[in-house]
């Protein structure tokens, strides 16, 4: 999949930032101050599942997490560097392929990912978003 449509649907939201990670080389997508996706390459010589994947990082719901691991089991992982029971690292080589998560889908998780944040930021934080956009 096109790394720059998944880009764009991020910094769609309202209060959507983003910021490369240097020490880490990831793209990190936050809002009000929170993490909320975060795109990169894992290091080939990393552990199995993960090593040499093009990955997109995305907090989900539990539910739905145990929904795409059973559905996409090549291409839905716990969360890397993360809660997997509440992340999970979606393989971007996997989206749109032949028994891989479709585009709308991927796209669907980062919307997912934004409201789940966000509805945990403060209310007051989250008035100051919606407020400035």
């Given at each position: 999949?096109?790394v720059?449509?998944?880009e764009?649907?991020?910094?769609?939201?309202?209060?959507?930032?983003?910021?490369?990670?240097e020490?880490?080389?990831w793209?990190?997508?936050?809002?009000?101050?929170?993490q909320?996706?975060?795109?990169?390459?894992?290091?080939?010589?990393?552990?199995?599942?993960?090593?040499g994947r093009?990955?997109l990082?995305?907090?989900?719901?539990t539910?739905?997490?145990?929904?795409?691991?059973?559905?996409?089991?090549?291409?839905?992982?716990?969360?890397?560097?993360?809660?997997?029971?509440?992340?999970?690292s979606?393989?971007?080589?996997?989206i749109?392929?032949?028994?891989?998560?479709?585009?709308?889908?991927?796209l669907?998780?980062?919307?997912?990912?934004?409201?789940l944040v966000?509805?945990?930021?403060?209310?007051?934080?989250q008035?100051?978003i919606a407020e400035?956009?």
């Amino acid at each position: 999949m096109d790394v720059s449509l998944i880009e764009k649907r991020l910094l769609s939201h309202p209060g959507a930032t983003k910021a490369l990670h240097e020490s880490w080389g990831w793209m990190v997508y936050w809002v009000g101050g929170k993490q909320f996706a975060c795109e990169f390459v894992v290091a080939p010589d990393a552990k199995p599942p993960y090593a040499g994947r093009h990955l997109l990082s995305l907090k989900c719901d539990t539910d739905r997490i145990r929904e795409l691991r059973a559905e996409f089991p090549d291409a839905v992982l716990p969360g890397y560097y993360s809660d997997g029971r509440t992340w999970i690292s979606v393989d971007l080589g996997c989206i749109g392929a032949p028994g891989g998560p479709s585009e709308e889908l991927a796209l669907d998780l980062c919307d997912m990912s934004y409201r789940l944040v966000f509805s945990k930021l403060t209310k007051r934080m989250q008035r100051e978003i919606a407020e400035t956009s």
